[in-house]
Every structure is written in structure tokens, then in C-alpha cells.
């Protein structure tokens, strides 16, 4: 079964940083895709970031996100982080990490964690 972690969200003032975690078991990361989305109240769910070992190994990010945003995946410790620099108010979201669950595609990803929420202050 494939079970998925996130923790790290809290409360951050505008241009600081905070480094989401998503735990995973069940993950196969010799062949695997995770990705980070974000719901804000009231808005709809957004991609903020995928990490795939498909094309060799690829990162994909958000507009809103490059250049601020860094996903990254620690294979020792099944664990795909989120290090969020430059954050801004509008980054305030829960913030959930998602796997595709029979392979890489960072359009597949259908099994999701609890989430974590983030707010920062202006």
C-alpha cells in the first residue's frame, strides 16, 4: 500500500523559507513520479512541483513558483522535499504531496497525503 507523509508547513513571514517534507512507503524510487500541490481557502487545487524519474529524471514547476521553489528526493529516506525560499502571502495554501501509483507520470498522480498547511504573513 502506498502511504504518503507531508510535515514542515507553519507560519513564515513574507520572504522567509520552509522546507516541506512528503514521507513516503510503498514508493519504488528506482521508477517513480511526486509531485507537490497547494489549495488555497476558496480557490482551486494547483501543481506546484513534480519530481519524475522518467526523461532521465525530471523537475517541472509552477510559474508562479520558479526560481523560489526547489523539489528534490533523498532515495536513502524514500522522502521528496519542497524547499520554499522567497515565500509570499499568496504561497498560503495546504499543501499536499501526491505519487503516481503504477509508474512516473506527473499527470497520474492519484494518491495523496493529508497535507500541511503553510501560511505566511505579510
Known amino acids: 500500500e502506498v502511504q504518503l507523509v507531508e510535515s514542515g508547513g507553519g507560519l513564515v513571514q513574507a520572504g522567509g523559507s520552509l522546507r516541506l517534507s512528503c514521507t513516503t512507503s510503498g514508493v519504488t524510487f528506482d521508477d517513480y513520479a511526486i509531485g507537490w500541490w497547494r489549495q488555497a481557502p476558496g480557490k482551486e487545487r494547483i501543481g506546484v512541483a513534480c519530481i519524475t524519474t522518467s526523461n532521465g529524471g525530471s523537475t517541472y514547476y509552477a510559474d508562479s513558483v520558479k526560481g523560489r521553489f526547489t523539489i528534490s528526493s533523498d532515495n536513502t529516506k524514500n522522502t521528496v522535499y519542497l524547499q520554499m525560499n522567497s515565500l509570499k502571502p499568496e504561497d498560503t495554501a495546504i499543501y499536499h504531496c501526491?505519487?503516481?501509483?503504477?509508474?512516473?507520470?506527473?499527470?497520474?498522480?492519484?494518491?495523496w497525503g493529508q497535507g500541511t498547511p503553510v501560511t505566511v504573513s505579510s
Open positions: 501526491a505519487t503516481d501509483p503504477g509508474g512516473n507520470s506527473c499527470l497520474n498522480l492519484a494518491v
